[in-house]
Nanobody, 115 residues
Framework: VQLVESGGGLVQPGGSLRLSCAASGFTFSSFGMRWYRQAPGKERELVAHISTAGGSTMYANYAKGRFTASRDNAKNTVYLQMSLLKPEDTAVYYC?????????WGQGTQVTVSS
């Protein structure tokens, strides 16, 4: 199993970014996927969850109305569209898959929101 995030970077407050997570090594369309983030000095926290076909999503309160999770099962990729970004969104963002009893993480992608 491999999860590879991309799309992070430096963005000004109010800006947007789209993160991608390319998955391989498992039947991607059979598993829900999650996005987490971890800010410096803080615990890793759940950002969003998306169901197998993408028809159901769940967001942390701070992400509602600003972040949108989606997936393309043909490309084995999950996305996180982030808009109206705030400095407090600065963190390393990770995608996550739970397969059976095992939990898999990508290496993360840094998002920095600063003027």
């Amino acid at each position: 199993v491999q999860l590879v995030e991309s799309g992070g970077g430096l963005v000004q407050p109010g800006g947007s970014l789209r993160l991608s997570c390319a998955a391989s090594g498992f039947t991607f369309s059979s598993f829900g996927m999650r996005w987490y983030r971890q800010a410096p000095g803080k615990e890793r926290e759940l950002v969003a969850h998306i169901s197998t076909a993408g028809g159901s999503t769940m967001y942390a309160n701070y992400a509602k109305g600003r972040f949108t999770a989606s997936r393309d099962n043909a490309k084995n990729t999950v996305y996180l569209q982030m808009s109206l970004l705030k400095p407090e969104d600065t963190a390393v963002y990770y995608c996550n898959a739970v397969i059976g009893v095992r939990v898999y993480w990508g290496q993360g992608t840094q998002v920095t929101v600063s003027s």
